[in-house]
């Protein structure tokens, strides 16, 4: 089945240390892993080049992404990093509007979606975050406001420049928590939202990918990931464990 695994490593892990777990996930992935799985690790921006380096030395089949990008692309914006550099970099996607960014770094929408326009013109695959809090959840209406959140991220959108673009529906009050909402909860969500982007100039069936992100374990991830509208996952702390980030790789059916 095509899915798209990330693992998302966040404020984790010196340079070194990135590299050896990246070996390591490296050495134990199973070779029989199906091709059709798209394999990606989102470390630090200090550790994409040493991880970059292996991969094209060994000729990995595993894809690099970034935590996120600058809205700008050069200039005089000290301590950002721009999409021109993730791209010499051969990075192949990046997360936006990650709900710890929205929460700790006042990320807006028109900042995530200038990020998305830088993205798609270099051709780094956007994994757009969107989610809503415990208390938006308990109002009637959080599809509206999950639906906004999207169309803010995609705002002015042309077809002819999106080859993929990934939505990872997040919810907040899942993320580094023991709770997950139910499957039915993700396949709604999921549904609704791509109902509306289906009237979108870019969207296809084939260019727009839906994923789950928000304590995927390999206790629930044979559920969620072997459900046809839920492209993949976005894999936060069991992704700094191998052994259970193999486990979660492997449900897939
Ligand atoms: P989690 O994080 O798997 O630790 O809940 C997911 C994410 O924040 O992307």
Redesign the pocket.
Known sequence: MNKTI?A?W?LNLDHLEAIQLFQKLNYSLDNDIDKKIKIVVAPSFTSLRSIQTIIEADKLKLYLASQDVSEFVEGAYTGEVSVTQLEKLKISFC?VG???RRQHFNETDESINLKVHNLINKKIVPVI?FGESIEQRKSENYLDFLIEQVEKSIKGLRKDKVDEIIF?Y?PVW????GETPSLQDIVDVISNIKEFLSSKPFFDEENTKFIY?????PDNSKEILNTKIVNGA??????LDVDKFIKIIESIE
Do not use: F, M, P, Q
């Not at 899942?174 to 928590?177: F, H, M, N, R, S």
């Not at 976005?234 to 992704?239: E, F, H, I, Q, R």
């Open positions: 990330i998302n966040k997360i990650h709900s710890e975050c990872a997040e899942a993320i580094g928590t992100g928000g304590r995927v374990t976005l894999v936060g702390g069991a992704s």
